[in-house]
């Protein structure tokens, strides 16, 4: 799975875990005019897990249709910390939000994979209220905190050959003068 894959994951599971009224998206930025209420937004960083340094990345050989070996296919662990933002005029709009996005995600804590087979840890965080320290907007805040645990699978295909036949015969004696 690559991070891509997996934003787009999320994003679509917390449109469907809110209503038709809720815009869920990536952060672009401040809220510009235009911007529909409520809004969710979501930030995100993706980084290389270290919790089991010592198991191998190797995770199998790689054959073509005839059986030959073509490859190796590499796991690497990663996490990714995804912080939700809500935005709404109501505060308890903005409460009900962050409630079903952290429900939601939450029901995979036991289950990963039925988020997505690549993942094998869900972790949902609390809601905490969010203000911005130099203004106070026109609009409530509220964030969350979700960290996924993922495969990530790296192929390594063409630096092995196989040979598919040999056109020329060697008489050992021959080139060994016996």
Excluded: C
Aim: charged share 30%.
């Amino acid at each position: 799975m690559q991070d891509k894959e997996l934003v787009q994951l999320v994003v679509s599971e917390a449109d469907s875990a809110t209503d038709s009224s809720v815009t869920v998206r990536t952060d672009g930025g401040s809220r510009e005019v235009g911007d529909d209420l409520p809004l969710v937004a979501l930030n995100w960083s993706s980084f290389r897990a270290t919790d089991d340094e010592s198991h191998s990345n190797f995770d199998k050989r790689i054959f073509d249709d005839s059986g030959n070996e073509i490859g190796t296919r590499y796991v690497f662990k990663y996490n990714m910390e995804l912080d939700f933002t809500v935005k709404s005029d109501d505060e308890m709009k903005r409460d009900e939000i962050g409630e079903a996005l952290q429900l939601h995600f939450a029901m995979y804590e036991g289950n990963t994979e039925a988020l997505h087979s690549d993942t094998y840890m869900v972790k949902t965080g609390d809601i905490r209220p969010r203000k911005i320290p130099i203004k106070e907007p026109d609009w409530y805040q509220n964030g969350l905190i979700v960290n996924i645990r993922y495969n990530k699978y790296v192929s390594d295909t063409g630096s092995l050959e196989t040979i598919k036949s040999v056109d020329k015969t060697i008489n050992v004696q021959e080139e060994l003068n016996i």
